[in-house]
């Protein structure tokens, strides 16, 4: 089977969305780039009957190469994000929080630090119909320089080169998505972090966790 340990981490991360309650239903996508093709979940097929098997192999331009199934609606954006990036990894989400956040802003200011962990305040993709192309433009702009973004009225993004840190930066994202609603809530100007400071913790984030061999000394 053609890139059978990329869609198999497909449908692994798809069944982990659903577990996490990121996900409604079969609402929201995965995807792997590998060289000049990509590795996408199937529309409309339930994550925890998903297989391998269902995961769909297109080429950067869209034509199916191996894919028993329709790919995901939003296949037009994962093609256009990594088109224009250097990407291994797409993460859609329909998480609480976001979905929620992104009907009332325009982008997340800074109230946590754990912004510093998306390149920055997470801005907000205007919004457009589901699947089409103007949505994949309107993402893959809200993602310049930056690692997720939400999108208006709809869900959240977050993109990289590895799809089991993807996975648990959604955790993370859908975290400061719920500060915000609760702070937006209390009558008093908000605090955030500026530039400086973020990338400051930016630069403490990527060093931060123990090697195997302080965790023996």
Do not use: W
């Not at 859609?92 to 929080?97: D, E, V």
């Not at 325009?106 to 305040?121: I, N, S």
């Not at 433009?137 to 590895?162: F, I, K, Q, W």
């Amino acid at each position: 089977m053609l890139l059978a340990t990329e869609r198999d981490a497909v449908a692994q991360a798809c069944k982990r969305l659903s577990r996490e309650g990121l996900v409604v239903g079969t609402a929201g996508n995965v995807s792997v780039r590998a060289g000049d093709r990509v590795a996408i979940s199937p529309s409309g097929v339930s994550y925890e009957e998903m297989t391998a098997a269902d995961v769909g192999v297109h080429d950067l331009s869209g034509v199916p190469i191996e894919a028993p199934l329709a790919p995901s609606s939003e296949l037009p954006l994962h093609l256009s994000v990594y088109a224009g990036s250097d990407h291994r990894a797409i993460v859609h989400t329909h998480s609480l929080a976001s979905s929620a956040l992104s009907t009332v802003v325009d982008v997340v200011p800074a109230g946590h630090y754990y912004t510093a962990m998306f390149g920055g305040p997470v801005r907000v993709a205007r919004y457009a119909t589901f699947g089409s192309h103007e949505l994949a433009e309107n993402v893959t702009a809200a993602l310049a320089d930056r690692t997720a973004a939400l999108m208006s009225n709809h869900g959240a993004v977050l993109v990289g080169t590895c799809l089991d840190e993807l996975l648990v930066q959604t955790a993370y994202l859908e975290y400061i998505c719920e500060i915000q609603l609760r702070a937006g809530a209390y009558p008093a100007p908000q605090r955030v972090l500026d530039d400086a400071e973020l990338a400051k913790v930016a630069g403490l984030i990527a060093g931060y966790g123990q090697t195997s061999t302080s965790r023996s000394s």
